[in-house]
């Protein structure tokens, strides 16, 4: 199968695509600049203008993976940026699809589970509802799905709306060593900083990236599977018992649990966002369980001992 990856020179579409190569598929990279470390080959695009590469999505997969990453400050300029480094992609795609004779045989759009904003307490599947904010979290999240929107695309003739088969691919937080999150706290963990964040109440919705490379492998083979479908693993954890594995793992000891406070100023120095560590969401993949998907890493202590070790 050919396979067009947009965003894929960053650390989990390096690993996309690596993962479908050694299985014979053809890989093609949409790029703002081509890399010479990447294997594959590549088109450079800008991201937001229909040009040749149209031609390529013809009968292929599509996984859009584009977007900067959403480790900074929650200011309203970096929201935009979030924003439209997602929405202009996807509606370059979009248009370059509405306009071939033959439409991409498959869609995996990206997405997060930070759509559900904070959510408490509640055990979150794929047929709960979305949050309205905040904005960096679920504003960005809700605007990129509703571009990728093939069904609401006014400019798709109902054929290609039909045939071409789209799942959402809503991600937790990726376990990998290159993984930018999992850099962050196992970071922080190192200088001392792997006690409990805030209450160290909140929820943590994971997955090893083993795990996603085989969900993305189903979603693109399985054809009952289209719509939202959580890219997570079956056993969220606590905030607290998630550093704790940290520690474990890399043999640290807690010297400061910073409280939400220390919390919000250290965001700050760290120019970041404190609401990716002070809110939580407990997902679970019921889609994919229900589809018979087994999860090679479903605990979270022995995910973190194979990926860190």
Known sequence: MKIVLAGGAGSLGRRIAADLAAR?????????????????RQIEWDGATVEDWADELAGAAVINLAGELVDRRPTRANVE???LSRVRPTYALVEAAAVLAEPPRVWLQA??????????EAEIDESSPVADGPPQMAGVARAWEAAASLAE????QRAIVEDTRQVVLRMGIVLDRGSPALRRLAGLTRWGLGGRIGTGRQWVSWIHVDDVLAA???????SSLAGVVHL??????????????????LRRPALLSPPEPLVRFGAVLLRTDPA?????????PSRLLDAGFEFEHPDLLPALRDVLS
């Open 24 to 40: 014979d598929h053809e890989i093609l990279i949409l790029t703002r600049r081509v890399r010479a470390d990447l294997p594959y």
């Open 81 to 83: 940026l979030l924003r």
């Open 111 to 120: 997405s997060t589970l930070a759509i559900y904003g904070d959510g408490g």
């Open 153 to 156: 695309a006014a400019t798709f």
């Open 216 to 222: 993305v492998r189903r979603a693109l083979d399985d």
């Open 232 to 249: 997570t693993g079956p056993n969220p954890v606590r905030n607290a018992e998630l550093m704790a594995a940290l520690r474990a793992v």
């Open 276 to 284: 990716l560590a002070l809110t939580g969401r407990r997902c679970v």
